[in-house]
């Protein structure tokens, strides 16, 4: 059944329109807490698995097992934003971050580490949907380009911070400080927030679609699930093609029931709109191209160039530091040029940063690495920021939340496929390559010992130390030249997702929303 509701402010609450840019300052404070762990963990992946004895696998699921949380619930968070208000949903993702955070420092596993990330996924999951519904309210029309600009600056500057800030912490004093410094952040960002935010809800809707809820919770954790879990188990695996399986089926139930429920979860007809749609499909592709690429970045600094932690994170500055000029550019280009062409240019500069990437030398000097970093700064802005307003700007007041989970969720997707497949494509590399690296000293090494080194190749050769010489020399140098091919495969195939996306991105139309327009919301 459908039924076309108009859009009306919360008057009782205030709409955030009155104060738009302390509105954008915030937001980015609870949003900076975000940034900055997500930064530091990479930086604090090495010193994490040294000091807890955690595997590849374990490291992956320390970010996967967060993801995971994000991508099950953002929907449905955003979701209870719009029903209950963005303002108060947003405090309360802030307080849990910062409280699991705060946790997670005082944890001693790698299991209660895993448990905790998934408790702060959940928490970051409630948190970002209503960020962006709180700036949708607070710049309507033709403004909101502007404040995604700033926006992606802000962010910009706290993931430069954040390597700098994480090396620091790590080197100086324990991978448990990175997160500990999420609670101040939190506390301020808690007090500007209750002090500064006013509410904004949805009008027009009354209940919680709990079945929706639990569908797409169930289509969302089986596909996240099997993204995972299909690199142990291999992508024919029983288990996964079930799992793949059980996303088809329970999937299209979720859509089904979403063409019949009277307040549907999330509303289909918000993707009739072409650019909603193309702006989800390139938040995938491009996060897929990212993140994926990117996990293994902090292991080719550490692992094989033997930097520590804060060098690595000023290796990295250039890309982040990039965003800073870059974001607020991409917004004003997206004002002048549209969203076509923009977004298009943004993936193919993407594109020629990682082709670079992809022919680096084990021996990359700091100016090898700048270059491709700051092309992705001034290529993955005008995509982020692009795709982030067609997304939340093309969609009805009401159903900002649910735009800002769609938008989200399409970026953690993105991000679980990249990081599952791409780190197949780097280990079976280096797998394949390893022996063959060897040479004939591979058959003086035991078949245990040899699948235990094969691993530690897989991380850039981190934890090869020590080994008695010559025979240790000889296997480091293996290990790093393997993952080296690992790594040059993996931008590469980077390299076709990013010059996809632009061919995507040409059918990008700007089609602007219109305040008090009818929501269909079945």
Avoid at 164 to 170: M, N, Q, R, S
Avoid at 468 to 496: D, N, Q, R, W, Y
Wanted: avoid cysteine.
């Amino acid at each position: 059944m459908a039924q076309a509701l108009a859009v009306q402010p919360d008057a009782s609450a205030g709409s955030g329109k009155s104060h738009p840019w302390m509105t954008l300052l915030a937001v980015s404070l609870g949003v900076i807490m975000v940034m900055l762990d997500g930064t530091v963990v990479s930086i604090a992946n090495p010193v994490i698995q040294a000091e807890l004895k955690a595997s590849l696998s374990d490291l992956q699921w320390v970010t996967s097992g967060y993801l995971l949380a994000l991508a099950v619930f953002l929907i449905t968070a955003g979701k209870l934003g719009d029903l209950f208000g963005h303002k108060r949903i947003f405090l309360i993702g802030v307080a849990g971050f910062a409280l699991t955070s705060l946790a997670i420092g005082l944890s001693g596993s790698v299991g209660a580490l895993i448990a905790l990330r998934v408790l702060q996924g959940l928490f970051g999951a409630m948190l970002q949907p209503a960020a962006l519904a709180l700036l949708r309210s607070a710049f309507p029309g033709e403004k909101l380009n502007m404040a995604m600009g700033a926006w992606g600056a802000i962010i910009g500057l706290s993931s430069a911070g954040g390597p700098i800030i994480g090396g620091l912490l790590v080197e100086n004093v324990s991978w448990q400080s990175v997160f500990f410094i999420n609670v101040p952040v939190g506390v301020i960002a808690l007090a500007v927030g209750l002090w500064v935010l006013q509410e904004s809800r949805a009008q027009t809707l009354s209940r919680v679609d709990w079945l929706g809820v639990v569908l797409l919770s169930g289509t969302m954790f089986s596909l996240v699930w099997a993204i995972i879990k299909a690199p142990e188990w291999g992508w024919g695996d029983p288990w996964t093609i079930g799992f793949i399986a059980a996303t088809v089926v329970i999937g299209a139930i979720f859509l089904f029931w979403q063409s019949r429920a009277r307040e549907p979860l999330l509303p289909l007809s918000l993707f009739r709109n072409v650019s909603v749609s193309i702006g989800t499909g390139l938040m995938i592709m491009v996060a897929f191209s990212m993140f994926g690429a990117m996990f293994f970045l902090t292991f080719f600094f550490q692992g094989v160039h033997g930097l520590s932690p804060m060098e690595s994170g000023l290796r990295m500055l250039p890309m982040s530091a990039g965003m800073i000029v870059a974001s607020p550019l991409a917004g004003v280009l997206i004002g002048k040029l549209g969203p076509k062409i923009t977004i298009a240019g943004g993936m193919l500069v993407t594109a020629v940063a990682m082709f670079l990437m992809s022919r680096l030398g084990m021996d990359a000097a700091f100016i090898d690495t700048a270059i491709p970093f700051v092309l992705l700064a001034f290529g993955l802005s005008p995509v982020f920021v692009g795709a982030t307003e067609i997304i939340v700007g093309n969609a009805p007041e009401d159903l900002s939340g649910v735009a800002g989970g769609v938008q989200q969720s399409a970026m953690q997707v993105g991000g679980a496929l990249g990081t599952a497949i791409l780190g197949a494509v780097v280990s079976s590399k280096v797998a394949e390559m390893f022996v063959g690296n060897l040479g004939s000293a591979a058959s003086a090494i035991p078949p245990k010992d040899l699948a235990l080194l094969e691993k530690a190749a897989t991380v850039g050769g981190g934890g090869l130390q020590g080994l008695p010489e010559p025979m240790g020399s000889l296997i480091t140098k293996a290990a790093h030249l393997s993952f080296m091919e690992g790594l040059h495969l993996g931008f590469t195939v980077s390299t076709g997702v990013a010059i996809l996306a632009a061919l995507l991105a040409l059918f990008v139309k700007a089609g602007r929303k219109t305040e008090g327009a009818p929501v269909h919301v079945g």
